[in-house]
Structure formats: structure tokens, C-alpha cells
């Protein structure tokens, strides 16, 4: 059980809702069009979530190598850089986990077409590079872009492509204050980490715009979030239930005045899997618009 814990915390659970937000818009969108399929609904999310967790997995074992996961960290123990798991075990995780996702692609592109495996390799890519190999983009600042490109438009398109193999520009346009809010999460965990991953050389834009920039980064990815949504339904752009969405607006006050008045890791990490939550509850709310 002690084995199956660390393991389990090493997929880094609360992030997960990364992953299954955008599929739960893309999704809500096709039971709206009258174009909806459990089986690429259910396969997608399955999908998504093991390259997440592959990506987590990767990550923990690619940053422990560059020494980014010291015992000057405050965020949770990972597992590679404490010794829980070995550099080798973590990989051979990230090629079982991955090669799963790999199959739930395949049967997607049958069903949908070569575009899903683009998108597929695309984000395996992505995950696999953003903190290791020579050159990790992580390390130079792209990493919120990458989140934004591919759990924010990639998977939120693709979540609605794979249903009828049709990209609607509704989904386009949804996949932007998805993109926002899942770009935060990102921004929220590089607030917490900004010193270790300086001395680490890190470079993430928590590191170059300072904890204050960054801090202003995560208000304005959040209060970006609303204000698109509120814009794309009142020109009738979306759907204009997906204003439901704006109901997570008021929950998200206090975990913003979070980041901005702590500074110890206990409490950020709090504000971390608060964002992840907010992401969620948005995703779930807009989804349940764009089925209406």
C-alpha cells in the first residue's frame, strides 16, 4: 500500500483536472450538436488522462536529473529525487502509461481520422520535452504557451473532433478561457516554486517576471477566462449558456487574494489544487451550457 501510494502521488492527482475539463467541454458541445458518442467521449478522457499522468510522471524523473526537486523544495515530495522511486522504474511507467494512451488514440483515429494521431503524437512530444531532453522548453519559459496550445485549444478541439470529425469554430472559441484557466494551474505552481527552480536554472516566467509578475500573470489568466467567455456568448459567438461559467467567477476571489498574500508552501500549495479545482468547476459549468 506504501508502493501504491507513492505512485499514486506521483501521477499527482489534483492536477488531473486538467485534463478532464476540456474533454468535458468538447464533449457537452457535441451532445449540443446532436453529434455526441460515449465511446470517443470515455475513450478521450481516458486518453488524456494517462498523457497527463505520463507527462507527471515524466516531469518528476526528468527534474530530479537537473536537480530542480532538492530538499530546498516546498511544494509535495517527488518521488524520484526522494529515492521513493527509481529513475528507471519512473520511465518504464512513462512508456506503459503512454503506450495505453497510444492504443486509446489509435482507436480514436478509426473512428475520427489521422488528425487525432497528429494531435496525439504532438502532445507526447510536448510531454516528453517539457523538462527533459537537451533542450527542455520548460527550462526557458514556453511551458505555460505549451499548456496553453495543448490542454487548453488541442484538447479541447480534439475532445469535440473525435465525435463527428468536425473542429465547429464554437469549439475554438471555448478552448480559449479553457486554455486560461488551465494555463493558471501551471502559474500557480511556478509562483510556489520560483526560488528552487531559480537556483535550479528554471527559467519559467514566474522566475524572469519575478513572483510579483507572476502573481499578476495568474490574476490576469483567470480574469481573462471570464471576460472572453462573457464576450464569445454575448456576441453569440457560443452558446449562450455557456455563461454558466461565469459562476465560478466568485469562488476564484479568494483563491487569487491567496497567491498574492502567501508566501509559505503549505498555503500555496492549497491555492495550487484550488486553481485546479476552479479549472474544473469552469470546465464543468460551460460543458453543461454547450449541452444545453
Do not use: Q
Not at 449540443?32 to 499522468?53: K, M, P, Q, Y
Not at 530546498?72 to 511507467?93: D, E, F, H, Q
Not at 468536425?166 to 475554438?172: E, F, L, Y
Not at 453569440?236 to 455563461?243: E, F, I, M, T
Amino acid at each position: 500500500m506504501s508502493t501504491l501510494r507513492t505512485w499514486v502521488s506521483a501521477a499527482r492527482p489534483p492536477t488531473l483536472w486538467a485534463a478532464a475539463a476540456p474533454v468535458a467541454v468538447g464533449s457537452g458541445l457535441a451532445w449540443g450538436e446532436g453529434v455526441f458518442r460515449l465511446d470517443a467521449c470515455l475513450v478521450s478522457l481516458a486518453a488524456a488522462l494517462l498523457i497527463n499522468i505520463g507527462a507527471n510522471f515524466a516531469n518528476d524523473a526528468s527534474d530530479a536529473r537537473r536537480g530542480a526537486d532538492g530538499p530546498a523544495r516546498i511544494g509535495p515530495t517527488r518521488a524520484v529525487a526522494s529515492g521513493l522511486i527509481s529513475p528507471r522504474a519512473m520511465w518504464t511507467a512513462v512508456l506503459v502509461v503512454f503506450g495505453l494512451a497510444s492504443i486509446g488514440g489509435v482507436y480514436l483515429a478509426v473512428i475520427a481520422g489521422w488528425p487525432v494521431l497528429a494531435i496525439g503524437a504532438a502532445s507526447l512530444t510536448a510531454a516528453l520535452t517539457y523538462t527533459g531532453g537537451p533542450r527542455p522548453y520548460g527550462y526557458a519559459g514556453l511551458g505555460e504557451i505549451a499548456v496553453f496550445l495543448f490542454f487548453g485549444l488541442a484538447a479541447t478541439v480534439g475532445s469535440r473532433f473525435v465525435h463527428d470529425a468536425t473542429a465547429p469554430a464554437t469549439a475554438w472559441l471555448l478552448a480559449i478561457p479553457l486554455g486560461l484557466t488551465v494555463t493558471a494551474i501551471l502559474v500557480a505552481n511556478n509562483v510556489r516554486d520560483a526560488d528552487t527552480d531559480r537556483a535550479a536554472g528554471k527559467r519559467t516566467l514566474a522566475v524572469s517576471l519575478g513572483r510579483r509578475g507572476g502573481r499578476y500573470l495568474y490574476a490576469g489568466l483567470l480574469s481573462g477566462a471570464f471576460v472572453a467567455l462573457a464576450i464569445e456568448a454575448a456576441v453569440g459567438a457560443v452558446p449562450r449558456l455557456c455563461l454558466l461559467g461565469l459562476l465560478a467567477a466568485p469562488p476564484t476571489v479568494p483563491v487569487v487574494i491567496a497567491v498574492f498574500r502567501e508566501t509559505g508552501g503549505p498555503a500555496l500549495v492549497r491555492a495550487l489544487r484550488a486553481t485546479a479545482r476552479l479549472h474544473a468547476l469552469f470546465g464543468a459549468l460551460v460543458a453543461l451550457g454547450a449541452a444545453l
